[in-house]
């Protein structure tokens, strides 16, 4: 089975520019999760999605970022306008239930670059 | 406000003896406490998790031990293969919670031959 697919794995954009990060779950997963990592923080979580609704957004950082769930199996976390201090890995995961005990499983992320 | 801290960013071990990776929190509430390790250009994957009921838990080379009073773990890696050099990230989460997970920085584990 396929894992978490997110794209695009590069992204390089200039200052003030619009950038959309997308995830496709693991089938059958009803919980998807945004993080970033950075090297001064290391993982963050930033909102949490279940069965499609936001469920907890508290790590988001500021409006720039925005995130959706149209679908059981589409996700997109949007940064406008971003800026260099975005520059980070994000990764997306899923996991198939709610809970703590439930395996968090993650995509290959999507490397940023904001210059 | 960082509430698991990994103080170590990197540590180096031959192969064959023991890896310790050592892990700190800060919210006594946690209960539940996770390993993930992570390879240059993939995703975190689990690799090991522990209760706070329990103070051992062990899966083939790899053991996680937790001690609440001082609000510590460590994973030993024993014995250590090339093949676990990769990032390791500690993880907790509190049971009444709906699993969000806090993590520590990571800490760089380099196996030389």
């Known amino acids: 089975d396929a894992g978490v697919i997110q794209s695009p794995r590069h992204e390089v954009t200039e200052m003030g520019q619009e950038v959309t990060l997308r995830c496709k779950p693991i089938?059958?997963?009803?919980?998807l999760f945004w993080y970033r990592q950075t090297m001064m923080r290391g993982l963050e979580l930033l909102i949490y999605?279940?069965?499609?609704?936001?469920?907890?957004d508290s790590g988001m950082p500021e409006d720039r970022f925005s995130a959706k769930m149209p679908n059981a199996s589409f996700s997109t976390l949007k940064i406008q306008p971003s800026e260099p201090r975005d520059s980070a890995v994000y990764f997306c995961?899923?996991?198939?239930?709610?809970?703590?005990?439930?395996?968090?499983?993650f995509g290959p992320g999507t490397r940023l670059l904001v210059l | 406000d960082q509430q698991v801290k990994q103080n170590s960013p990197s540590l180096s071990v031959q192969e064959g003896r023991i890896s310790i990776l050592n892990c700190d929190y800060t919210?006594?509430?946690?209960?539940?406490f996770l390993w993930y390790k992570k390879y240059p250009a993939e995703g975190p994957t689990f690799l090991i998790s522990?209760?706070?009921?329990?103070d051992k838990n062990e899966d083939g080379r790899f053991t996680v031990f937790l001690n609440k009073s001082a609000k510590h773990l460590s994973l030993h890696i024993v014995p250590s293969q090339p093949g676990d050099s990769a990032v390791y990230f500690c993880?907790?989460?509190?049971?009444?919670?709906?699993?969000?997970?806090?993590f520590g920085a990571g800490t760089q584990v380099v196996v030389t031959p």
């Open positions: 919210n006594s509430m946690f209960d539940y």
């Open positions: 993880a907790a989460s509190l049971s009444d919670s709906w699993g969000k997970l806090q």
């Open positions: 995961a899923s996991s198939s239930g709610w809970g703590m005990r439930e395996t968090q499983y």
């Open positions: 522990i209760s706070s009921i329990k």
């Open positions: 999605f279940n069965n499609n609704v936001p469920i907890d």
């Open positions: 089938s059958g997963h009803n919980s």
